[in-house]
Each structure stands twice: as structure tokens, then as C-alpha cells.
């Protein structure tokens, strides 16, 4: 006789890839029973992880129901400790990672076998979204280069912990290589430590005094090596993971957009500033190398995308190119539009092999994200 559980999966976390406690629910309306035990097979979204003896077991009784939890992938296997079972609240807490980002096919599944015998209950609910924070990511888009990359992201909630951990991810399989030199701590007071591995091997960044306040937008930056063929765009996703001081992700996001990987022969050298102190007025100057002669049309413009909280200028004629001028738009050369500023190329020109240095004017913020 084919009977209906209904159950409810309520997790401790929506954060992406985070090892949590996912409370099972059910609802035994009518005694199932067994000869020796009775199993109860969880199955979950494809992306979900549950660790091999999955009962959570922290601060949390594993309760009088089940004796044992084996976990494989997305399926728990839960075993009762009598012959029975029956109730109108079983809970069963179980320790899961959970996926990268919201599982297309968003159910779980549970189906009950009394002893190897066929199941007599099965039942389907929808899942739960999975959540993470807002991160953006700029950095050079050249094939085979190497540039500082930023990672500006708001946390959602902050963790009871002064350790913090930040585990960046690049692309799987793409051949990314992050390195710890060229790191750039920006929106944190001291520079972390850091530890590095081979091409596709995460970074691990950790402060010993750095909490992270929720709502507040921070930016790292790290020396990344693009690789020097194009990621497939379906794996084409950085990660950044939150994590408190015991190694436990609180916050993070597995989902960032890379960038489209292109070669042009243009080279940026790096970038000056003549002040940082908070609201000033100060120059900042980016150098750039065209390596060879790029032909008129390939290009239209060139734009210089600023942090957050830095305004540009408005007096445009603080905006040079120096020493070689570029080859720009005559009468409208430059203009700015919010947080990008604009440099207009004639495209009926040539633009010649040569080193520039583009100048320009802006408005330092009251405080640094």
C-alpha cells in the first residue's frame, strides 16, 4: 500500500557551497512496518554534497529515530533504530555542502523501504533558493597576461569570529593562476597572509584581526595569470568564499561572471596616483604599451571604469595622453558618464606602437570600500 509523507527541508544557510545543517521534517501519518529496520532515502538537487556519516551532530541530539546517516553525493541514507515508524514531527538533522548556485531541477525526494523490500512512501518538495552575495570582478581580459585582479563583494551577514578567511576560485579547469604577489588589500586595514598553489588551485587569504561588517562593500585585489586559451562560457566562474575561524563559509558567492578573454596587443603597465588621502582632489595616471600597430576602425574607444565612491573631474581638459598622444576623436575627444570616463578614437587612423600614459583628474572618496 503506497502511503504519502509529507516532509519540509529547512537549511541553516542559503550561502553557496557552505557545509550546513539541513533539518528534515516528516510527517508519519500511519505506522510503516518492517521486519528489521526500515530506510529512509534522501535525494536531493544535483550540487548538493552530503557528507559521508551525515547526521549533524553539532550542539544537536541525533534523536531516538534513526541509527545511522550514510551519505553519497546528493543522496542521504537514513536507518531506523526499531521496526517502525510513525509520527507527526520526525526530525532528522543532516550535515550537507551546499551547490555553487540554485540547482535547476530545485526538489527533494524522499522514498521509504521497509527491510530490501520495493518502497511504500514517496514524496517530492521543492528546494530551497541558494543565496549569495553581490561580487563583481575587474581585471585584464588579455589572453596569456598577468594583471592585478579586484573583487568587490557586500557581505550578507557578518561571522562571530575576529579570524577571517576569504578563499578566492578561479574558473574550473580553465588554467587560471593566482598568485599572493601584487595583492592588493584596499578595503582592510593590514595585508593578510597568503597561500597559493598551481594553475586552477584557489588562493586563501587570512587576517587574525578583521571582522567584516554586513551591507559594506569591500575590494581585494590579486595578481591573476589568464590563461592563454578562452574559458568555456558554461564554466567561465569565479569564486569567493567568506569563512570565519574555524575554516566554516558564512558567506560567499561560486557564481561570478569572468571576463570574455580577448588578444589585442595593448599592455597595461600599471597605475600611479598622486595622493590618497580622503577628500582630495588628485591625479592618477594608468600607462599603457601598444606592442604593434593596431588598424584604424579595429577600435572605437577606450574607457577607465572607477572604484566605487571616486569621482571624476569635471574639467575634461585635466584628461591627457602622454608622452605620444593617442589618436582621438577631433572636437570631442573625451567625456565622462557616471564612474567611466571615456577617450574617443578616430577611427579612420592608425593607432601607432608607442608607450601612453593616460592622465586624468578625480574626487578621492570620504572613506575606501
Known sequence: LFRSVPFTATPQLNTPGALIKLTFNFNVRSVIQA????????????GFVFTDSCFYTINTPIGSTFAKCTGFRNTATLVTLRNELRGAD???NLEVINPPKTPDFNYWRVAI???DNQYVSYYQTLSYEIIGMPV??????QLGESASGFFTFSPVRAANSEVLYIVLTPPAGAGYRIFCTGMSPLGFVKMPTCTSGQANDPVKLKWDNQTLVAGTSYTLGVMVYNPGGRPADAANAWGISLKDGNQDTFDANLNIGGLVLRSMPIRCHGIGWSTAAPRVLGAVLIQLRVLHSIPAGIASHFQVRAPEG???SEDLNAVKVIPAPL????????SIAGDVLYLY???NRDISPALYNIRFEVSNPGRYS
Open 310 to 312: 571616486i569621482m571624476y
Open 35 to 46: 521486519k528489521t529496520d526500515i530506510r529512509v532515502e534522501i535525494s536531493g538537487p544535483e
Open 113 to 115: 523501504f521497509p527491510d
Open 327 to 334: 589618436p582621438l576623436k577631433t572636437g570631442n575627444p573625451t
Open 345 to 347: 578614437l578616430d577611427e
Open 136 to 141: 563583481s570582478y575587474k581585471g585584464n581580459n
Open 90 to 92: 520526525i526530525t532528522a
